[in-house]
């Protein structure tokens, strides 16, 4: 009798948990479709004439990347899509392995208390202060944090409880080598930072913030959480108010350029979803199809005209892999080659421009410009899918691949005419970035909202729903 009382209780807690989610994912989805309408709004009235040029675009959308991403945050706690450092914890027995990962979870149920406490503090502290333009309460910003700290709670609970490991003793045995090699470098690290540092320094706070940074990441907990973490440590040792730790989150993501990244994200998105990357791989198939090895070539090709209107290297694989590989397949690449040949193309789309790495390296050099690099990503990026190529080439005459037949004139014709409009994606990304009609932010969120009118409007294949979902 207690069995069946107690039996109805999971599913119940697993449809009220889904449900959270649902709504969480939903208000993200929100969230980033209103950041680039709002910054689409301040483009457009920036060259139309007769409108006025808003002040407060960027202060609004300022707010809503801080809850977007303490929200995403959240639900990646929840996907296992934090990144994270594992090879160390998979050397040791299954048991062990349990219980670190067990370990790992609490600590960031610890962290996620440390938000939800200090950034509610921070939040009230900061209701009296309001931006210059808005007069918005700067306290509304920093409410996303309690609430993001909610959501890890939530999460590590959940995969606190259904904490399972995957391998068997005979994986384990199999790895003395690595795990030798494992001590030996943690050795000749920790070794090194004293003969650099000297005693003093290693004992001292920055001894502390990297030796603990170092040891949570060896244990898995994820990186950013590891990084918050140790720099409580490092607080508390200094004696500073923890709450430093919850408004420099805040400060780092609420950075204007940043926007620029789940924009491109969001564009690659649309366009595997409204035919725009299938348009671009059947003009592929017409430029280098006939050559030995074709449909490989196909694959780089693609991934080059794919990664310069996306910057995204997960999107090109999402959507030009799901295409070329069942079709390599079927003309007899082998597995291998042709999941090896999809990923390394994929790289392209993280130096040709609009590239990720070149927002992130921008904010990070402080004041370099970002269309500069985007220009400079141009050359060696096409000279990576040459190399790809002439790869692709030999392995094709080594292996007996065949080559791709090229459509007839007219038709050839048609799919070049075809793909022109999702050509124009890239062309307006890059091309606005380097005549100065937009920044970088502003590009990605043109080039976005481009994506979406050529996938609904010329090509006809992304209705409401599909837009929904590629948000989501």
Known sequence: MNESKAGPAVPLAQRIEGACTTLVRSI??????????????????????????????????????????????????RAGEHLAVDV?????????????????WVLVIAFGCYLIWYGFQLSFRTMSQTFSA??????????GIPFGGML???????????????????????????????????????????????????????GLLLGSLGALLLIGIPIAIALGLASLLTVFKLGLPPLIVAQRMANGINATPLLAIPFFILAGQIMAEGGIAKRLVDFS??????????LAMVNVVASMLFGGASGSSVADVSANGSILIPMMKKQGYDTDFSVGITVASSTQGLIIPPSHNAV????????????????????????????????????????????????????????????????????????????G??????????????????????YREMPPAALWRATL
């Open 360 to 435: 992130i390296y921008s904010l990070a050099a402080g004041g370099v410009s970002i269309g500069a690099l985007f220009l400079g990503g141009y050359i060696p990026g096409i000279m990576i899918g040459l190399a790809l190529m002439a790869a692709s080439y030999l392995l094709a005459l080594r292996r007996n691949y065949p080559s791709d037949s090229r459509p007839p004139t007219r038709e050839s014709l048609r799919v070049t005419l075809t793909a022109v409009p999702g050509l124009a994606v890239g062309f307006i990304i890059v091309g606005g970035i380097a005549f």
């Open 134 to 143: 808005t007069k918005l309460p700067i306290g509304w910003m920093y409410l």
């Open 152 to 206: 890890i709670v939530l999460y590590s609970l959940r995969n606190l409880l259904q904490v399972r490991i995957e391998g068997d003793a005979e994986a384990v045995k199999r790895s003395t080598f690595l795990r030798l090699t494992l001590l030996v470098i943690i050795a000749l690290i920790a070794g090194g930072s004293v003969m650099l540092f000297g005693p003093g320094v290693i004992l001292g706070p920055v």
């Open 437 to 458: 009609f937009f920044t970088a932010t502003e590009a990605a969120a043109i080039g976005t909202v481009t994506a979406y009118l050529v996938a609904t409007l010329i």
């Open 88 to 104: 160390v914890v998979r050397q040791f027995s299954t048991k062990i392995q349990r219980w670190l990962l067990r370990l790992v």
């Open 285 to 294: 198939r017409v430029l280098v199809g006939p050559i030995r090895g074709g």
């Open 28 to 77: 993200t989805a929100a969230l980033l479709l209103g950041i680039v309408l709002i910054i689409t709004w301040q483009v457009i009235a920036r060259y139309l004439p007769g409108l006025r040029i808003p002040r407060w675009t960027e202060e609004v959308s300022l707010i809503l990347m801080v809850w977007l991403s303490m929200l995403g945050s959240g639900l990646a706690v």
